[in-house]
């Protein structure tokens, strides 16, 4: 079976006293927490495709690392089957959040500390990936 392939945004900011705090969203349809993710942007580079779909997703705008964090895979489904899908994802720093934006009225979206995010979310490889971001963000020169 053929993997797709999707791109994501793994948002995050530092507090004053030092912590990290990683945004999610809620899915469209079932209202589970992830990160911002889409197919990849014909003619665009994945890392720029990971900032649209986080601006259009999660209103938010920021400095993004154009070299993968890593990637996860999940199960997508469709109305009569299930694809498997990996998700290349890109850390991007938050400068600003927007008080609109085009999926406002779709979708939640929330801080939490690293661990916090990591219960929140139900696919394993996201939620490794999510225990290990404030490391990775602390180090981040973006």
Do not use: N
């Not at 649209?52 to 009569?80: D, N, Q």
């Not at 290349?88 to 979206?109: A, C, G, N, S």
């Amino acid at each position: 079976m053929q993997v797709a392939r999707q791109i994501a945004a793994l948002p995050f900011r530092h507090e004053d006293d030092g912590t990290v705090r990683v945004l999610l969203v809620t899915s469209r349809e079932a209202k589970r927490w992830i990160i911002p993710k889409g197919w990849p942007w014909p003619g665009c580079d994945d890392w720029l495709g990971a900032a649209h779909e986080a601006r259009e997703e999660a209103g938010i705008i920021g400095r993004m690392a154009p070299t993968a964090l890593g990637s996860f895979v999940y199960e997508k489904r469709r109305s009569t089957s299930i694809i498997p899908v990996r998700v290349t994802v890109y850390l991007l720093e938050v400068t600003d959040m927007l008080d609109d934006w085009p999926e406002k009225h779709e979708r939640q979206r929330a801080w939490f500390t690293p661990a916090e995010a990591a219960q929140a979310v139900d696919v394993p490889g996201l939620k490794a990936m999510l225990q290990s971001v404030a490391d990775l963000a602390r180090s981040a020169r973006l």
